[in-house]
């Protein structure tokens, strides 16, 4: 059984308030920062031999520190999420499973990433991994959740697709030339 504040959400999906927006807005460009900045550190490393002599040059020796960094920020941003709530946070259990999947997806995806860094170099593998998730996720929402609907929106996500994939296919060739 749904509480009533599922409903609500259930029953008044866009009723966001406009601080809520700006902060969420906020939280989104904070977390871009980060994510373009997640891989640099491994690649200076990589790409310094003279600095680092002996580090490994593969991507994947990497992964074990880059998760472990994970696992504490999790953990910290949970407890105090759980102090802010007085100890009782409000995790719906059916969000659990799908949470710790995503979790898993993740580690796989960041293994490829890691990997797509070592032999194409960041120039190629970002763009590559920033154009692949919106692709994805406009998928499922035309697809599944039949949020982007009408021929006009349609087509103008058919253009930026083709835009961003054609920049993509530029990047990706102009490293041979």
């Known amino acids: 059984m749904a509480s009533s504040e599922e409903q609500d959400i259930i029953q008044h999906p866009h009723h966001v308030s406009s601080v809520i927006r700006v902060v969420c807005f906020l939280a989104a460009i904070f977390s871009g920062l980060f994510y373009g900045s997640m891989c640099t550190p491994v690649t200076f490393i990589q ?11 593969e991507g994947l020796p990497y992964l074990f520190s880059f998760f472990l ?27 659990v499973l799908p ?4 979790g898993l ?12 860094n070592e ?9 590559i991994c920033s154009f692949a998730p919106g692709l994805i996720v406009s998928a499922w929402s ?4 039949k949020e982007i609907t009408g021929k ?3 087509i103008l996500l058919g253009i930026a697709y083709a835009f961003t994939l054609v920049g993509v296919i530029m990047v990706t060739v102009s490293k041979d030339i």
């Open 47 to 57: 790409n310094r031999p003279d600095l680092y002599p002996g580090a490994p040059t």
């Open 105 to 116: 997806l993740f580690a796989v995806g960041m293994g490829g990433f890691f990997i797509g």
């Open 69 to 95: 960094g994970i696992m504490p920020t999790s953990t910290l941003v949970l407890a105090v999420y759980s102090g802010v709530k007085k100890n009782s946070p409000s995790l719906p259990p059916y969000l």
């Open 152 to 154: 006009r929106n349609m």
């Open 99 to 102: 949470s710790l999947l995503a």
């Open 142 to 145: 035309v697809l599944y959740f």
């Open 119 to 127: 032999k194409l170099s960041q120039t190629i593998s970002y763009p």
